[in-house]
């Protein structure tokens, strides 16, 4: 467990203890779990590993423009729409045309054919934003789209380029037959310093396989000097790569061009905040689909990405619907459907290990108005400021732990049912782990409010232990109530009541209860005499239960930079220094924040070289 921070240096072993931390006054009746929680906050900044890195927004050329939908065929001619745009940057003005032409079963269109003037003179410029071809002939359908869009440049606060302005070329492809479905999408940017280029397919078929793992589709991916944002955890099931093989694989493009020129800029506008240039930055990616006994669909993906930062990340889908729908049969109101996100993510770089799960908000049982809710979260940190911590959560923490920044959120695991207007229940448990403690809990609460009656049912149970300082809290409750509302006048309350209320905490043994009975209450203390209060632990017990034994392993020393070679000299290592470039690292078990020079203390902000 990584050892919470002290004062100053450790002292040697025949030196006095240091002084105790002052603690204030005897805290309420809840404070100990709080305070013995609340040791756990430390101000630390979010690992990048967790959030990844987030993209420039990016605008194009046709994001501008304002369409008018015609919709009017004239024999083999289609004209789908027509667009107005001003251009600010050049003065100019555009008009657009999107427009198709049929020949039997092909179908070619142009999206975005665009002639422009500047404002103040008449000097026309022709652009074309996209084309596309589309092959129908019985059960085999074949399509292709291609559009160019032009990246506006970003700037951060300063006025600084986060990234300049780019070309982009993007396309789209798809056939379909009635047994397989391939489609693929890829981008190429080029920019000023470097080109970039990914391309992501994804194959819809049979394969095969054993009935607990029937794959039935494929994908994989690549990109150069591409980086890829991966998504938090209750964003997986939309993450573009995995949206598009589950929900998206074979199915192409809408037939109409206007509504297929739409659907690609969606697409590609997902894409882009979540697969973006970044100069010397890769990824690979590789998926697979599969059933299991036909009840269970799932999708999971590897997404390694390596160059300026290494990352290994897997995302995956589980969906189950009972009774299964038959591809051919009638529909059936399910009576459950549970989907289940999954992410796990491997980062050498910055130390950091993650596996979560969590039920998406398709998710329900019995009716559709009772969600299922909850979520798995298991992090470790083997590097970087966190270095030593791990936590994990199914369900949650307790309610009055003061969780970390860095820490996961994880939902409770339970349900949330409207059963009708006026009826509601919802409940949840959970349990957590950490180096500093253990905690679990749960709460159950039903409420029925019709008219001008009102009734409730509350359980709720939670439970805290943790040590070095040892200490436990627990806390239980239970409350019925009904109440009624009547108009004479003047509005007035009738409010009946039962529940109890205890609390015990320790060492020593001691607790509260409070039982209350519509307008008769009692409040009882037992156990030990004593108010809750959190001892801290003494320095003997803190060193032998976090710090080396060997206090040579209390302090390494090494050279960072500047090393030119290393001699024995009378059976002793010497280093040879460059002092130009001499860089010592200095690390400890415990936090620090004084050194000493020979006699001199040097203040750390102040230390060079």
Known sequence: AAPPPIAATPPADNAPPPPLPTLPAPPPLNQPAQQAIATTNEPMSTSPATTGVTPA?????????QWITIGKGFGPVQINRLGLQFEMARQMVWAYLDAGLSIGPLTFTLDGLGMGTPINTFAPEFRLLGIGIDYKAGPVEIGAAFLRTHVDEVLDANGQVVTPAYDEYSGLATIKTPTIGLSAVGSYSDLPEYKSLFIYAVLNAPLGGPAFFFVTGLAAGFGF???????????????????????????????????RTNYIHEILDQLRGSIYPMKGQYFLAAGIHFTSFELVDSFAMLLVSFGKHFEIDVLGLSTVVVPTPLPDGPAVTPVAEVQLALKAVFNPGDGFLSIEAQLTSNSFILDKNCHLTGGFAFYCWFGGPHQGDFVLSLGGFHPNFQKPDYYPTVPRLGLNWQ?????????????????????????????????????WFTLAADFLICWKPYHYDAHAMLDIGVEYTYHLFGTHHINVTVGADVHVWGPDFAGHAHIHLWCVTYDLDFGAATTPKLEPIDWATFRKSFLPEDTGKMVQLSVMAGLLRKEQVDAVEQHVINPRDFQLGVDLVVPYKALQIGARDVPLQSLRP
């Open 57 to 65: 927004p990016a605008g194009s050329a046709a994001s501008g423009i």
């Open 225 to 259: 000097n591409r980086a890829v944002k991966t998504p938090d955890i209750t964003a997986v099931a939309q993450f573009p790569l995995v949206n598009l093989a589950v929900s998206g694989a074979g199915s192409g493009p809408p037939s109409g061009p206007g509504e």
């Open 419 to 455: 059963v009708t207007p006026d009826l509601s229940i919802q409940g949840g448990i959970y349990f957590a782990l950490t180096p500093h403690m253990v905690m679990a809990g749960g709460r159950l609460e039903a409420l029925y409010q019709g008219g001008s009656l009102k009734a």
